[in-house]
């Protein structure tokens, strides 16, 4: 099976591409997977480890060919505000929770969740819903993936949860007025 030789950033690569593949964020998340572009392409991604595939890059093949990696467009929600110091405001709110969050320049995206699109009306940030690819920041921690946890807010409890070496504490009050410490 053809092998991919090398992962080609958005914008460093030109041409038309050999095949295309559409993956959402967490199966752009991958160490190893054989994968079949829309026009049947099947290769072998092996890494030596886990990469993050961006919407744009170009999987170089053994062969010179290479195939467009694109983003499933996901339920999403744009933030704006006043200015950059409230938009870094909301921003700092998002990063305190883990939340994936893409930077946008003059706004933010983050997937749909009904808890912190309000939270962010409270903070007084404009909402605009959209569907579009999601590339969220990699952060100190990883590459945009999610941590593997729920963050439910419906009842009125505390828990704590790891996060690769480091703990901290969610506090939930079930009239959604909450906030993570």
Do not use: C
């Not at 199966?27 to 961006?54: I, Q, Y």
């Not at 999601?134 to 590459?143: K, L, N, R, S």
């Not at 999610?146 to 009050?173: F, L, Y």
Request: no cysteine; proline share 4%; hydrophobic share 35%.
């Amino acid at each position: 099976m053809i092998r991919v030789e090398k992962i080609l950033a958005a914008g460093d690569w030109s041409g038309p591409p050999a095949g295309r593949i559409t993956l959402d964020r967490e199966d752009r998340h991958r160490r190893r997977a054989v994968l079949t572009a829309e026009n049947g392409l099947s290769f072998l991604l092996d890494e030596a480890s886990a990469v993050f595939l961006h919407h744009g890059d170009g999987l170089e093949l053994e062969d010179g060919r290479i195939v467009e990696v694109l983003a499933e467009p996901e339920d999403l929600v744009e933030i704006s505000a006043d200015n950059a110091a409230h938009l870094v405001k909301i921003a700092w709110h998002l990063g305190n929770r883990h939340l994936p969050t893409q930077l946008m320049g003059g706004t933010l995206r983050i997937r749909r969740d009904h808890v912190i699109e309000d939270m962010v009306h409270r903070l007084g940030g404009r909402l605009s819903p959209l569907s579009a690819p999601f590339d969220p920041e990699g952060g100190a921690y990883g590459h945009g993936q999610t941590h593997g946890h729920d963050h439910s807010h419906d009842n009125g409890h505390a828990h704590g949860h790891s996060h690769g070496g480091h703990d901290h504490h969610h506090h939930h009050a079930g009239d959604h007025g909450h906030s993570h410490d």
